[in-house]
């Protein structure tokens, strides 16, 4: 009988060492197969392998779609592309974004629920915000094993934190230790009762693939919100999951409380400089036209466009203030 021997792992911002850590401490030919999610940007190339599987003894690579999965091997997502399991192989999908990232924690989390059970263990290390905790319930409710980063020794510490607030962890652990407990729940046997899967989380893994969805199937796992899907503009569906609550689109774009919020003030934002930019182009435009004016001898003329040139730039001083002041607040907001 098998033990706990798919394991998923999360990370964000702060990962890449921490996973090294993670690795060194496995020992080679290791009876379990990893899988790993690491927010990176989508069209940069990523070193995760290499750095992987020069810090452990694991050999550490990026799958190809449907590629058939091997005990004591690293499965890194490939950038701009979801990690989903399957019995016995991987899918790599350009499914939609979920919590503003593709690759996603909780996709992969879902659907190593779904797939393998009891057998799953969901790790939750380093990052922002809370990417990873509905997946991370999905796997303790399928029956498997939820372990997370000590949020005191994590360098950002929210989605380790999110993971503890929302989910019955079973192991909180600083990095180092990791290793040799996840060793010893290799020799520990699965439970015998398999949990059915809810029927949402199949629908989202689903999602994932890029199943075609329509509205009937939203209802199903959830309801309607007065929110906007930001990246798409269409509707948003509010799923409520324990003390969860998540949002997502008939497209599929998933967002938790907090990416949404931080999507919105992206788009506030850059709706902020691009106001700047239009009241500037108009402080131009006012000062050419009255210096045109004052050529003609249109003194009254000239000085009503000077007026507007003033009045815009002052109300593009009001907006570069809101936006310096709100730009230091995130960043005391990260620790960065």
Same mark, same amino acid.
């Given at each position: 009988?098998?033990?706990?021997?798919?394991?998923?792992?999360?990370?964000?911002?702060?990962?890449?060492?921490?996973?090294?850590?993670?690795?060194?401490? $496995?020992?080679?030919?290791?009876?379990?197969?990893?899988?790993?999610?690491?927010?990176?940007?989508?069209?940069?190339?990523?070193?995760?392998?290499?750095?992987?599987?020069?810090?452990?003894?694991?050999?550490?690579?990026?799958?190809?779609?449907?590629?058939?999965?091997?005990?004591?091997?690293?499965?890194?997502?490939?950038?701009?592309?979801?990690?989903?399991?399957?019995?016995?192989?991987?899918?790599?999908?350009?499914?939609?974004?979920?919590?503003?990232?593709?690759?996603?924690?909780?996709?992969?989390?879902?659907? #190593?629920? +779904? +797939?393998?059970?009891?057998?799953?263990?969901?790790?939750?290390?380093?990052?922002?915000?809370?990417?990873?905790?509905?997946?991370?319930?999905?796997?303790?409710?399928?029956?498997?094993?939820?372990?997370?980063?000590?949020?005191?020794?994590?360098?950002?510490?929210?989605?380790?934190?999110?993971?503890?607030?929302?989910?019955?962890?079973?192991?909180?652990?600083?990095?180092?230790?990791?290793?040799?407990?996840?060793?010893?729940?290799?020799?520990?046997?699965?439970?015998?009762?398999?949990?059915?899967?809810?029927?949402?989380?199949?629908?989202?893994?689903?999602? #994932?693939?890029?199943?075609?969805?329509?509205?009937?199937?939203?209802?199903?796992?959830?309801?309607?919100?007065?929110?906007?899907?930001?990246?798409?503009?269409?509707?948003?569906?509010?799923?409520?999951?324990?003390?969860?609550?998540?949002?997502?689109?008939?497209?599929?774009?998933?967002?938790?409380?907090?990416?949404?919020?931080?999507?919105?003030?992206?788009?506030?934002?850059?709706?902020?400089?691009?106001?700047?930019?239009?009241?500037?182009?108009?402080?131009?435009?006012?000062? %050419?036209?009255?210096?045109?004016?004052?050529? %003609?001898?249109?003194?009254? +003329?000239? %000085?009503?466009?000077?007026?507007?040139?003033?009045?815009?730039?002052?109300?593009?001083?009001? $907006?570069?203030?809101?936006?310096? %002041?709100?730009?230091?607040?995130?960043?005391?907001?990260?620790?960065?």
């Amino acid at each position: 009988m098998p033990g706990h021997d798919i394991i998923a792992v999360g990370a964000s911002a702060g990962g890449i060492a921490a996973l090294t850590t993670l690795v060194k401490n $496995l020992p080679a030919g290791l009876p379990a197969s990893l899988f790993v999610v690491v927010h990176i940007p989508a069209t940069a190339p990523s070193m995760l392998p290499k750095i992987l599987s020069r810090a452990g003894n694991l050999p550490a690579m990026q799958p190809a779609d449907k590629d058939r999965i091997e005990p004591g091997y690293i499965y890194v997502a490939p950038p701009d592309h979801h990690l989903l399991l399957h019995e016995g192989y991987i899918r790599v999908v350009r499914g939609p974004k979920e919590n503003r990232c593709r690759p996603a924690i909780d996709p992969l989390f879902r659907s #190593a629920a +779904t +797939t393998y059970g009891p057998r799953t263990v969901g790790v939750i290390l380093t990052g922002a915000l809370d990417d990873g905790a509905a997946g991370l319930l999905a796997i303790k409710r399928a029956g498997g094993i939820a372990i997370v980063q000590d949020p005191e020794e994590a360098p950002y510490p929210s989605m380790p934190i999110s993971a503890i607030e929302n989910v019955n962890v079973d192991a909180v652990l600083p990095v180092e230790e990791m290793g040799a407990h996840l060793v010893r729940l290799l020799h520990e046997p699965v439970p015998d009762k398999i949990e059915p899967v809810p029927a949402g989380t199949l629908l989202e893994v689903e999602i #994932a693939e890029m199943k075609d969805i329509d509205q009937e199937i939203l209802d199903q796992l959830g309801s309607p919100s007065h929110f906007a899907c930001p990246t798409c503009h269409g509707i948003l569906w509010e799923l409520k999951d324990g003390g969860l609550i998540r949002y997502r689109c008939r497209i599929g774009h998933a967002f938790s409380p907090d990416s949404l919020l931080a999507e919105h003030s992206e788009s506030v934002e850059d709706a902020l400089w691009a106001a700047v930019r239009a009241l500037e182009e108009s402080v131009s435009l006012s000062k %050419r036209l009255a210096e045109s004016a004052a050529l %003609r001898g249109h003194s009254v +003329t000239a %000085r009503r466009f000077l007026k507007r040139a003033k009045e815009n730039h002052a109300q593009a001083d009001v $907006l570069r203030n809101v936006l310096e %002041r709100d730009s230091i607040g995130a960043g005391e907001s990260t620790g960065q």
